[in-house]
């Protein structure tokens, strides 16, 4: 099977995505757009998921719309840099942002300034994916195999435990917030830049455990290194039918979801975001697509405009209860 490193290696290889030679002039003769290359900036450095999902969707985009979709990495701030850079582009429709959840529902709450406000300086696209957050351990350092009996050995400990993240404010270190909170666990925890640098003081022994992106994980928990305890969804994931579920391991109402969408500049026109809207839905409906993303540790999603803003206004409470309660700042 495909694995996710084979298919970021093979993202990675090509930031340029290039269509075949026949679309980029059909495309032109017809006057519509997309007439030129198209930038998608990922608010993320490369690699991570949002960067590696962006790029499956970006690659399907090109080869469907006929030209070139360029993934510029622009990462920063909790991707507020990035996302800027898109607020301020030209609404012309050759420039798009991988926005997620972070952004529309979270980095409002804790930043006591922003560049950028979500519902003003940008016309979504489509929600794009969806994955699980997954309760992770080092299979060296940690004897527990369940949830339960994590919990329990949690609390036996002197020194409690630590909990790594991708930096203060996102929503694998406020899932373990949520968590260390209601279950009164002692946990520290420790931001990091990304799951590049979570995974290896993990195996190192160096920070306990993390309820991160499962799509970052999947690579280490298929190789034994990490052991899964529990997802965050409200089902099991299909690749890793054997971890259960909070629900299902004894840690009720604890759904939680890391998800995205494409959006462009605000005032962009809205035959470009529909025409970038229907393409979205044929290439998410792609059962090749659903494999990689699979294989990935995601989920293709589409939506209308006006549901993705919809998810993210009605997410925010949940969020803004998180960051109030964690007392998280990120200024």
Known sequence: MTTRRALLGAALAAPALTAPALLPGAARAQ????????????PYPPAGSTDLLTRLLSERLSQKL????????????????GMDAV???????????????????INQY??????????????PVSLTWEFPNVVVVSTQHVPARTLQEFIAWVRQRPNGASFGSPGVGTTPHLSGEIFRNRLRLDATHVPFRGAAQTIPAMLAGDVTFAIDNLASYVPVIQEGRMRALAVTGAQRWPSLPEVPTMAEAG??????????AF???AGT?????DRMNAALREITADEGLKQRFLQAGGTPLWSTPEDAIARGKAERPMWQAAVQASGARAD
Do not use: C
């Not at 607020?87 to 529902?105: E, N, R």
């Open 31 to 42: 006057g519509q757009w997309p007439e030129r290359p198209v930038r998608m900036v990922v």
């Open 66 to 81: 006929g030209q070139n979709f360029i993934i510029e990495n622009r990462p920063g701030a909790g991707g507020n840099i």
């Open 87 to 105: 607020a301020k582009s030209a609404p012309d429709g050759y420039t798009f942002g991988a926005a997620t959840i972070g952004h529309f529902s």
């Open 110 to 123: 804790l930043y006591s300034r922003m560049p950028w406000d979500i519902d003003r300086d940008f016309t």
């Open 251 to 260: 840690v009720e109402d604890f759904v939680i979801t890391s998800w995205g």
């Open 263 to 265: 959006v462009a500049p």
């Open 269 to 273: 026109p809205r035959p470009i975001i």
